[in-house]
């Protein structure tokens, strides 16, 4: 079945970096359009950056010169490189891979920005 793995969270200081990865298995990665979204206790989960299966990426507003989207279609990994970390990035950060009418996420990593 289709698994996604998220890792590399944790507890960094502001203008600290980080670099989470997903991990995709029992699909065809190179397929899938590939998002990271994040979702703070009481609100919606929100788009990241994206990444399409041509290369093609956006980035929300918020994060937009700071983040960077990349896929490895050789690992079945996609990463998100977190730069000039502010405590508003805290929150939990899901992996998702989308393809046609097929959406997986994964289970999500814990990113804690505080002093």
């Not at 980035?59 to 010169?65: E, R």
């Not at 079945?76 to 970390?85: A, I, P, R």
Request: with cysteine; net charge neutral; aromatic share 10%.
């Amino acid at each position: 079945q289709v698994q996604l793995v998220e890792s590399g969270g944790d507890l960094v200081q502001p203008g600290g970096s980080l670099r989470l990865s997903c991990v995709a298995s029992g699909m065809v990665f190179s397929w899938y359009v590939m998002d990271w979204h994040r979702q703070t206790p009481g609100n919606q989960r929100e788009l990241v950056a994206r990444i399409t299966s041509g290369g093609s990426t956006i980035y929300s507003d918020s994060v937009k010169g700071r983040f960077t989207i990349s896929r490895d279609n050789a690992k079945n990994t996609v990463y998100l490189e977190m730069n000039s970390l502010k405590p508003e990035d805290t929150a939990v950060y899901y992996c998702k891979g989308r393809f046609g009418n097929l959406e997986y996420w994964g289970q999500g990593t814990q990113v804690t920005v505080s002093s």
